[in-house]
């Protein structure tokens, strides 16, 4: 039963940090990119993607902190 509960842990951690990694691309990177490229950003501030940045930063490491912390879960 352990191997199963494990290897389910091991899928939810990889889920999460999965999250985490995604919400950095979009919420991060593509809007710096767009923003420096000027490519769709007709109007808008660099403060207002600067502060994006930093709150999906945020959401970012919260997600993977959470992700480390199912690691926990596991059973030896």
């Not at 990889?14 to 490519?39: D, R």
């Not at 930063?57 to 992700?67: C, D, P, Q």
């Amino acid at each position: 039963m352990s191997l199963v509960h494990n290897e389910r842990t091991k899928l939810l951690a990889l889920a999460l940090n999965t999250a985490a990694t995604s919400a950095f691309t979009v919420g991060v990177l593509a809007p710096v990119a767009a923003t420096f490229y000027q490519v769709g950003t007709a109007g808008r501030e660099l403060w207002v993607v600067v502060l994006g940045a930093i709150l999906w930063i945020g959401a970012a490491v919260m997600l993977h902190l959470a992700a480390r912390r199912v690691l926990g879960w596991l059973k030896p």
